[in-house]
């Protein structure tokens, strides 16, 4: 029987960029780092970046691209308005779900598109 999903893993090109950007504009800490990973502790699960080759066809493959990964946030709003402060770019405005919920789409630094959702208010 399968545990929780424990490690998610995004493919970077320039882990100190990235490194800038996942702890001063994401406010992340990693709990390990290297010059060829680092892992964040996001509570549920672990984030690992991961170093790759800027032209190995490994870093085309996998870098730049939708991520599918999602950070729960209280108030998407709030939370569009604080990151797009610190310089975090979005792809639009936070858009309405057919299932109640709200989600908006943020890059990083090598064009990996990450998600922040809202989910509906449970009775």
Do not use: C
């Amino acid at each position: 029987m399968l545990g929780p999903i424990d490690t998610v893993r995004l493919f970077t090109v320039n882990l100190k960029k990235s490194l800038d950007f996942y702890q001063g504009k994401l406010g992340m800490t990693p709990a390990v780092s290297d010059e060829n990973v680092a892992i964040f502790d996001t509570g549920s699960a672990k984030l690992m970046l991961e170093v790759l080759e800027a032209d190995s066809e490994e870093a085309e493959d996998l870098v730049g691209r939708f991520t599918g990964l999602s950070f729960a946030v209280p108030d998407i709003r709030a939370a569009v308005a604080e990151m797009e402060g610190k310089g975090v770019p979005f792809d639009g405005r936070p858009e309405l779900q057919p299932w109640g919920g709200a989600l908006a789409h943020f890059f990083d630094p090598d064009g990996n598109v990450l998600t922040i959702v809202q989910y509906p208010l449970q009775d």
